[in-house]
C-alpha cells in the first residue's frame, strides 16, 4: 500500500464550481501535511500546511482528519487558474521522511 | 525569495555517460534534497544531505551518488547513465524540520538518455 494515495483525477469542473480532493495516508505516526500546487512543466510550490484544527486561506480550506487518516483540500469558486496538480504531502519527522502523493489534476472549464 | 537554480533545464546524454546535475540555493538552508518525478509515480527521493559533506540515501539511490562539499551547492551524479534515469529530476532545500517545512523546489531538469 503506497503510504500517500490520491486520486490522479484529472476532475474537470466549470468556473465558479466548489470542488473538493481527498488524501488518505497510512503512517499513522505522520505529523505534519501539506498541499503543494504544480502548475505544468513547472516545480511543487507550497500551498498550504494543513492544521488539525482545519484552516483556509481564501477560497482554499485544508483538514485533517486522523482517526480516518486523510487529509483534504476544498477550493471554492474556481477559477482557471486554479487549473494544477495538487500534491498531497506527509512529513513523519526527521530529516528524510516527507512522503509525496502522486498528485491529483484539476482542470478548471471556462 | 528563496532561489533554488538548476544548472540544466533539459539535458540529453548517451548511455553509459557520467551526468551531474547542479543544484544551488541562495538562502543558506541546512537541508538539499533531490528528487526524481515520474508520471503516475509522484516525487520519490533520491537523496539528502542535512549538512555539508553529510548525506543520506533516500528511497531510491541506486545508480546516483551526491555531493555537498559547501553548503549551497548539491550535486546529483549518474555515474553511468542508463534509459530508466530518464525523468524530471528536482532539487529542493528547506529549514531544518520544525513540524512545518517548506519545500524550495528549483525549476528541474528534465534528462533524457538514449
Known amino acids: 500500500r503506497k503510504e500517500v494515495e490520491q486520486d490522479p483525477g484529472p476532475f474537470n469542473v466549470p468556473e465558479g464550481a466548489t470542488v473538493a480532493f481527498n488524501c488518505t495516508y497510512s503512517?499513522?505516526?505522520?505529523?505534519?501535511f501539506f498541499w503543494y500546487r504544480q502548475d505544468c512543466r513547472k516545480e511543487p510550490k507550497l500551498l498550504m500546511s494543513?492544521?488539525?484544527s482545519g484552516n483556509e486561506d481564501g477560497r482554499f480550506t485544508a483538514q485533517l482528519n486522523r482517526a480516518s487518516q486523510y487529509i483534504s483540500l476544498l477550493i471554492r469558486d474556481s477559477k482557471l487558474s486554479d487549473s494544477a496538480t495538487y500534491l498531497c504531502?506527509?512529513?513523519?519527522?526527521?530529516?528524510?521522511?516527507?512522503?509525496f502523493g502522486i498528485g491529483t489534476k484539476l482542470q478548471v472549464i471556462p | 525569495d528563496v532561489k533554488v537554480t538548476q544548472s540544466s533545464r533539459y539535458l540529453v546524454k548517451r548511455t553509459g555517460e557520467k551526468v551531474f546535475l547542479e543544484c544551488v540555493q541562495d538562502?543558506?538552508?541546512?537541508?538539499m534534497f533531490w528528487y526524481r518525478q515520474d508520471p503516475g509515480l509522484g516525487l520519490r527521493l533520491i537523496y539528502f544531505?542535512?549538512?555539508?559533506?553529510?548525506?543520506e540515501k533516500g528511497d531510491i539511490p541506486e545508480g546516483y551518488s551526491v555531493s555537498r562539499e559547501k553548503k549551497e551547492r548539491f550535486s546529483l551524479i549518474l555515474e553511468s547513465a542508463s534509459t530508466n534515469q530518464t525523468s524530471m529530476y528536482l532539487c529542493?532545500?528547506?529549514?531544518?524540520?520544525?513540524?512545518?517545512?517548506?519545500?524550495?523546489f528549483g525549476s528541474g531538469t528534465q534528462l533524457s538518455v538514449l
Open positions: 529542493a532545500s528547506s529549514l531544518p524540520l520544525t513540524g512545518s517545512e517548506k519545500l524550495f
Open positions: 503512517n499513522s505516526a505522520s505529523q505534519s
Open positions: 494543513v492544521y488539525s
Open positions: 504531502v506527509e512529513s513523519s519527522g526527521g530529516y528524510q521522511k516527507v512522503t
Open positions: 538562502m543558506d538552508h541546512e537541508n
Open positions: 544531505s542535512y549538512d555539508v559533506k553529510m548525506k
